[in-house]
């Protein structure tokens, strides 16, 4: 299948592996390229720039097709070493990187003139066309649906896409929802060139976390995430746990005065704890509500194959079908 994105990343198939922390490893980026997606080494997962480099190579290790880096970029006092992260993704020979977090327009010049494409990630329009606008190549749209942060506008992705594909000249993916045959599909339909799967991508044999992690997409279903951090304007979809009951109740009863200490055992540096050592309790962590159709744990290479099967027989048998001679 050949898009405005396939053609912009070198890939085969329009599916990009979204940035994930503490999931987004070479085991995993190298086997979504493999497949012929675009996979995503999570950069600050690294602590380091060195670290960043070491992985970078770790996946040139494991695979000979495009892959990518995301880089949050964090509103914080004490922020990680850009410039040091910057320099690993270039010395590496990436040439794709997934921005997110902040405006990344201060790296645009320093990203491009190493020849790498810049994808940002954006939960509205109008942070989409101020994507566009500074040079970004094209876009991740998030809509509501998203697991991680989906802004605070409230958007599903069937009104939102279509926004984007009205208001924008460069291209873009859908991300939030997608899961298979069917999300590429209607991503394609509301005028996306591709999809961002990062929940479906977790629930996959290489990918390198808990299996108790996996265990817990599969048995989930479309109604047990839950939105925390609202009161904060730091809105994060997650997994419902026990740890996000005593989250959501501390904001219940802390209302207007809730600062992000109150909730910090919550959110602070669980990510490991779940991720690595399947303390499933430990915390809230981001899941999309495409849990919902996520029934099984395959690999990479058979999800990615099956998708693309079953959006060929989407559009060349059902969709065409239904027009007739």
């Known amino acids: 299948m050949k898009t405005k994105i396939t053609e912009l990343f070198g890939i085969q198939h329009p599916i990009i592996q979204g940035g994930m922390h503490f999931v987004g490893f070479a085991e995993l980026a190298a086997a979504v390229s493999n497949a012929g997606g675009l996979g995503l080494i999570t950069g600050l997962t690294q602590r380091t720039p060195e670290l960043l480099a070491n992985e970078i ?10 892959f990518g880096v995301n880089l949050t970029f964090l509103p914080i006092v004490n922020s990680p070493d850009y410039p040091g992260y910057i320099r690993a993704i270039i010395d590496g020979g990436v040439k ?3 921005t997110a977090g902040n405006n990344p327009q201060k790296w645009m010049p320093m990203l491009h003139e190493a020849g790498i494409k810049v994808i940002h990630k954006c939960t509205s329009v109008r942070h989409a066309l101020k994507a566009e606008a500074i040079g970004c190549d094209a876009v991740s749209v998030d809509g509501f649906e998203c697991g991680g942060h989906p802004g605070e506008d409230d958007v599903p992705n069937f009104i939102l896409l279509p926004r984007a594909a009205e208001s924008l000249k460069i291209p873009f993916v859908a991300s939030g929802g997608m899961a298979d045959g069917r999300s ?23 990918a390198p976390v808990h ?19 609202r009161p904060l304007r730091n809105t994060e979809r997650v997994l419902h746990n026990a740890a996000v009951d005593r989250l959501l109740a501390k904001e219940a009863a802390l209302g207007a005065n809730l600062k992000f200490d109150d909730i910090i055992e919550e959110v ?20 999309g509500m495409v ?34 001679a």
């Open 184 to 206: 590429l599909v209607a991503a394609l339909a509301l005028g996306a060139d591709g999809m961002n799967m990062g929940t479906r991508f977790i629930a996959t044999k290489e």
């Open 96 to 98: 794709a990187v997934e």
């Open 57 to 66: 190579r770790r996946c040139r290790e494991m695979t000979d097709k495009p």
């Open 291 to 324: 849990a919902g159709l996520i029934h099984d744990i395959p690999s990479v290479k058979e999800l990615v194959e099956r998708i693309m099967l079953e959006a060929e027989s989407i559009i060349r048998q059902r969709l065409i079908g239904m027009i007739g």
């Open 211 to 229: 299996e108790k992690v996996k265990q817990a997409i599969v048995a989930a279903s479309e109604l047990d995430t839950r939105l925390v951090m």
């Open 268 to 287: 602070a540096g669980v990510y490991p704890r779940i991720m690595q050592q399947g303390d499933m309790e430990a915390g809230a962590w981001s899941c």
